[in-house]
Each structure stands twice: as structure tokens, then as C-alpha cells.
């Protein structure tokens, strides 16, 4: 077996890391799920979940990998104790990634056909604009076609390995990711709508927060940050030598945070200029801002600014998803990485046809929201409780102390991954099953 793959500096991988968690959680899912939520209220406490819950388990999640240089599967057979199989979690964790990505694939080529859309220009009444959507969506060759395209390309660049192929491609994604949404923050800056929307994303109204808020808020902290299925596990499996796990972990979700922030204050304002309301839900950015694009000064060129950026942060995150299930094959299965690819992409291109053919559906469901209800619902929160209770329950304090330091920082954080998540997540699973 030839050495496992390892990045190449820590610079690289804290820029793959960001490029996994930065992705359709932050700037399609985050601003409508805000918006639903009424605002600036449901982000006090998406940033509380981030706090108590998404960094301690970063920080597990990166140290099981690092220190068991392993596949989620074999990471958690590494710190077995007692009679329980901890290499489930591991498996849920692959199965669940290749759920996400089946659908993930699916809307990153919706983003890859509004981006061809908008080199042209979006033109026509609202209606029209707004029926693109729809008739994309109910063309299953056009899904299956884009589909396709995705999955090929993030097979292509897993092919390339770790260094040249993950690490290579974030390094230039993510900095053009940022320079594109500092572009375009300076724009909204200047719109009307701005005033209103630093209200609405900064004064907090509690009477729109409900319990279902609360489940919400932690599905998309953990979403967002690709907690809960071994990613960070897998990408902390290709860290060696002297990292600072703690730092590592706060610095992937401030920026996380802050770009699902800075996303929030593009969408807004233009929502706000055009006297509409922040709520529309999924098709906030693939129905309400195409129509905007159409209408304002500048439309043209902020759409294909705003679309590639989207598909900078979908296939950073996508080939995340795919790297989890390929590592799991090649250490469990001792396969090639091109064979590993080959047999997982083609899987999980298959799984995907469920959710791209939009009118198959399970009891009038669409597959695409089943798997997503099923994935960050479920399965996330219960594979962040399982991760939680073997980093804090199962491996001892001094060896953890050993390689992530002692500093109070880092103390505390321990600490809430022992005691406070677990039963944050504890509590929000058992609701989300119906029993409490
Ligand atoms: N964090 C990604 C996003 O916000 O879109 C989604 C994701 C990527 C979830 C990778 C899980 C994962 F392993």
C-alpha cells in the first residue's frame, strides 16, 4: 500500500476544510431559512448552536481523524471500547454523505444551468422568469444531464488526490469565492433595501422563534459545517505534525459563519429594494433573485458574479462528500483511488437519478426532500451525538490534552463537547423522532 495522501500545508488544509463547510448550506440554504425565521432572532441562535455544539464537535471530529490517520469507519474502530461497535457511526457517517451528495449534485447542476443562463441574461416577466425554475426542474433530462456534469468533475479532481486534486483546487476557489462576495457586498452596499436589511439580519425578534426554530438552527449549524458524517474526520485524517486543532476548528467556522453573514447581506438587499419578502423559502435564489437580476442596474453581471460564486462554494463542498465515501473504500477495501472513485461516483450518479427525476416522489414527497430531511434531520444530529459521546466519553482526558492543548480556550470547549452537546443534541434528536 503505497503512504496515505497528506496535505501539503496547513494553510491547504484549512482552505479545503473551509471549502467543504462553505458551500449551498451557507448561501442557498442559510438566507431562507433566516428568512422563514424572520430574521436576526433564529441567527442568535444558529450562532449559539455554532458555539455550544458545531465548534466542539469540529474539533472532535478533526482530532479522531488526525490522531487515527483513518477512513470514518476505521477512525472509529481505532478508539473501540467496550462491547458497542463504534465503526457504525463511521458507516452511518459514508452512508450519509452519500445520501447528501446525491442530492447535492443535483441542485450544484441547477446552479451550473442558471449560470449558463445568466451569461445570457435574464429577461421576460416574472412569471416567466420564475417558470425557468419550474420547467428546469420538471425536465429530467436537464437535471440528469447537469447531474452528470457535476458528479464527472469532482471525479475528475478526486483523481488528482489530496494535494493536487482537493487541496490545488480550493486554493484557488476559495480566494476567488471571496474576492467574488466582497464584490458583491460592496454592491448591495449601495442599494436601498441595505438599511432594512441590516435591520432585519441585526435586530432581534424573539416572537418569530419556535421550538422548530431551535431544531432548524442546529440541522443547518451542523449542515453547514459538515458535521456529523465524517468529513472533517477524513480531511483531519490527512493532517500530520504540529496543528493547532482548537484554532483550526474556530477559524474554519468564524469564516463559515461569517460568509453564511455576508451572504445574508447580498441577498437581502436586493430582496428588500424590490419591496419583496425575505421569506420565499428554497426558491429564494433560484425563482425571487433571477427576477431581481432581470430588473436592477447592473442584473447581468452581478448574476453571473453571484452564480459563480455559488458554484465555487457547491463543488468545494461536493467533493468533500465524495472524498469520504472514496477514503472509506480504498482503506476498508485496500482499492485504488481510481477504482474507489469509479465505483462510489457511479453509486452515488445512480442514487441521484431518484432526486434529479423530479416527479418521482414517496407519498407525494420528491426524493430530493426526502434525502434531505432524512440526511440533516436524522442523521446528522445523531452521528454529531454518537461523535460526541465517543470523543468526550470513550478517549481520555490526558490524551486529549496531549494533542489539542490545555489552554482555557481549549478547556472549555472539551468540556462542552463532554457535557453540553451531547445533550443539545440528545434533546433535539428525540424531538425530531417524536419522543419528547
Ligand atoms: N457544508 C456544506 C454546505 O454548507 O453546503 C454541505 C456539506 C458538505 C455537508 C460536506 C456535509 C459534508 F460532509
Not at 476544510?17 to 432572532?41: D, H
Not at 419550474?134 to 425536465?139: D, E, K, L, V
Not at 456534469?149 to 469532482?154: A, E, K, L, Q, S
Not at 474556530?250 to 441577498?267: E, M, N, R, Y
Request: hydrophobic share 55%.
Amino acid at each position: 500500500m503505497s503512504a496515505r495522501d497528506a496535505w501539503k500545508s496547513k494553510l491547504g488544509f484549512i482552505l479545503a476544510a473551509v471549502g467543504s463547510a462553505v458551500g449551498l448550506g451557507n448561501i442557498w440554504k442559510f438566507p431562507y431559512i433566516v428568512g422563514k425565521n424572520g430574521g436576526s432572532a433564529f441567527i442568535f441562535i444558529y450562532l449559539a448552536c455554532i458555539i455550544l455544539a458545531g465548534i466542539p464537535i469540529l474539533i472532535a471530529e478533526i482530532y479522531i481523524g488526525k490522531k487515527s490517520q483513518l477512513n470514518p469507519v476505521g477512525a472509529f474502530r481505532f478508539f473501540q471500547k467496550g462491547k458497542f461497535p463504534f465503526s457504525i457511526i463511521g458507516y452511518i457517517g459514508v452512508f450519509c454523505g452519500i445520501i447528501i451528495l446525491s442530492y447535492y449534485s443535483v441542485i450544484t447542476g441547477w446552479i451550473c444551468h442558471y449560470l449558463m443562463l445568466s451569461f445570457r441574461g435574464f429577461s421576460g416577466t416574472e412569471t416567466e422568469i420564475k417558470e425557468i425554475f419550474t420547467t428546469m426542474n420538471a425536465t429530467p433530462w436537464i437535471n440528469i444531464a447537469w447531474h452528470t456534469f457535476v458528479m464527472g468533475t469532482i471525479m475528475l479532481i478526486l483523481v488528482k488526490g489530496v494535494r493536487q486534486g482537493i487541496e490545488a483546487v480550493s486554493k484557488i476557489l476559495m480566494p476567488m469565492l471571496g474576492l467574488l462576495l466582497f464584490v458583491l457586498v460592496c454592491y448591495s452596499l449601495t442599494l436601498d433595501g441595505m438599511k432594512e436589511a441590516w435591520h432585519f439580519l441585526t435586530y432581534p425578534d424573539f416572537s418569530k422563534i419556535s421550538g422548530g426554530s431551535i431544531l432548524e438552527a442546529l440541522g443547518t449549524s451542523f449542515f453547514t459545517l459538515s458535521l456529523g458524517m465524517g468529513a472533517m474526520i477524513t480531511y483531519g485524517s490527512y493532517l500530520k505534525g504540529d496543528v493547532s486543532i482548537t484554532k483550526s476548528a474556530v477559524q474554519i467556522a468564524s469564516i463559515d459563519t461569517l460568509i453564511a453573514f455576508l451572504a445574508g447581506i447580498v441577498i437581502f438587499p436586493i430582496v428588500f429594494s424590490n419591496n419583496l419578502e425575505p421569506s420565499a423559502g428554497p426558491g429564494l435564489i433560484f425563482q425571487t433573485l433571477p427576477v431581481l437580476f432581470a430588473k436592477m442596474p447592473g442584473g447581468h453581471i452581478v448574476s453571473v458574479i453571484f452564480f459563480s460564486l455559488v458554484l465555487f462554494a457547491a463543488i468545494t463542498s461536493a467533493i468533500s462528500l465524495l472524498e469520504v465515501a472514496v477514503s472509506f473504500i480504498i482503506d476498508e477495501f485496500k482499492c485504488s483511488r481510481i477504482k474507489a472513485i469509479l465505483i462510489m461516483g457511479t453509486v452515488i450518479w445512480l442514487l441521484g437519478i431518484l432526486s434529479a427525476v423530479s416527479s418521482w416522489n414517496v407519498a407525494g414527497t420528491p426524493f430530493l426532500d426526502l434525502f434531505d430531511k432524512i440526511a440533516s434531520c436524522y442523521m446528522l444530529p445523531l452521528g454529531g451525538l454518537c461523535t460526541a459521546l465517543v470523543f468526550g466519553w470513550a478517549i481520555t482526558t490526558e490524551s486529549k490534552y496531549k494533542e489539542i492543548g490545555t489552554s482555557a480556550v481549549t478547556k472549555t470547549l472539551l468540556f462542552a463537547a463532554k457535557y453540553v452537546s451531547p445533550i443539545l443534541l440528545l434533546v433535539v434528536f428525540l424531538k425530531e423522532i417524536g419522543l419528547f
